[in-house]
């Protein structure tokens, strides 16, 4: 009896590995926020005032608190759609050009077409995905069939895109009394409403979340969520296995994008009443930070996206109530996702950790033989 309760203590190699990942992401958050802390002091003019809106400036108005929500949604869309390609072992880095895609896209649909309300939005939330789609599915096509780079091709697509937008924009639906590079307003029909009334907080917020668990209950509750997984694991081991690993790969590329489009598209027609972008969002390049601080996993991307729009929040109070850069969020950034992503970061721990509870595993086992 005492030697099963204490088989039951012992802790497989991924267990340890798993709670090591959540420290590892813990220390990095703590460590990026020390160091920020420290930079507002000898930056600030009032440190402890800065301080305080830096941890707590998204939570002091209703008005922060929708402006985060809305940095929030389009996160979750871009997240999710880069932990798919992650997953099945592509470095795609096309979700800012699908996003950009999905935006422009929609945007033509929303002004030219003219049907009733809600029919009008799927069918724009159809373009832009579809939009998404084919620009993260090209470079799934062109690795699968001629081997050329993924990262690569889907590097330099997103400024094919960028350039394609503007020009569809500027001579399909560019509206010259608005004294600036933007599009006509969208016809009310297409456009998203308020989730909360009174707020800005749209309706794509449900659509978000219900892709985050669809995405979550894909990768990880269905067989082909399976194949994804074991493709990017080890692409030779499942091709050995009979997957079909090409069109897996392919179809997960569009899958993404279709997502990153769709995220696009529910950020236009739910925040804006017209299209006024005039370079590309950044959104799909967020959507990669994301997908590094959730281990690829969507279940995780709410809180990590939750958690990079408070920040982003935190800056534009910053900027409006002190002398502190926005920078600072920026170095926070980037220390977070150095340490995540270093692999020898508490690796010796992690490693001896293993040893000792694999040295304990044994021993029970020689015990039990004894016996």
Not at 171 to 191: C, H, I, Q, T, W
Not at 247 to 259: A, E, S, Y
């Amino acid at each position: 009896m005492i030697n099963s309760l204490k088989r039951k203590q012992v802790l497989t190699s991924q267990e340890i590995s798993n709670r090591f990942s959540i420290l590892r992401t813990a220390l990095a958050l703590l460590l990026a926020m020390g160091i920020a802390i420290l930079l507002i002091f000898l930056v600030s003019n009032n440190a402890f005032r800065d301080i305080r809106s830096l941890l707590l400036g998204p939570l002091t108005s209703s008005n922060r608190i929708s402006q985060m929500i809305n940095k929030w949604i389009p996160l979750l869309f871009t997240g999710t759609a880069v932990c798919l390609f992650f997953s099945v072992g592509q470095i795609n880095l096309a979700a800012e050009g699908a996003f950009f895609a999905g935006a422009f896209t929609s945007t033509v649909v929303a002004i030219i077409v003219g049907i009733p309300p809600g029919l009008h939005f799927i069918l724009c939330a159809l373009a832009g995905g579809l939009a998404g789609a084919i620009i993260c599915g090209l470079p799934g096509i062109m690795y699968t069939k001629f081997n050329v780079m993924t990262v690569v091709s889907s590097l330099m697509i997103n400024y094919v895109v960028l350039f394609l937008g503007l020009y569809v924009i500027t001579n399909l639906v560019r509206d010259p009394a608005a004294g600036y590079e933007a599009s006509y307003r969208f016809k009310e029909s297409a456009r998203l409403g308020e989730l909360i009334p009174g707020s800005n907080i749209h309706t794509g917020l449900i659509i978000a979340v219900l892709v985050v668990v669809l995405g979550y209950l894909l990768l990880y509750k269905s067989t082909f969520g399976l194949q994804i997984r074991t493709i990017g694991a080890n692409a030779a081991f499942a091709k050995y296995s009979g997957m079909p690993v090409a069109k897996v790969i392919v179809f997960t590329q569009l899958l993404g994008g279709f997502i990153a489009g769709l995220g696009g598209t529910t950020e236009v027609l739910g925040l804006y009443n017209r299209f006024g972008y005039s370079g590309l969002t950044n959104h799909g390049w967020d959507g990669i930070m994301l997908a590094v601080l959730a281990r690829n996993n969507p279940k995780y991307i709410p809180l990590a996206a939750l958690f990079l729009a408070y920040l982003r929040t935190s800056a534009d109070v910053l900027n409006l109530t002190s002398n502190v850069p926005s920078e600072v969020i920026n170095i926070i950034q980037a220390i977070i996702i150095s340490f995540i992503a270093a692999e020898r970061f508490l690796a010796g721990w992690e490693y001896k950790t293993i040893v000792r509870n694999t040295e304990k595993s044994m021993a029970l086992k020689e015990g039990v033989t004894n016996e």
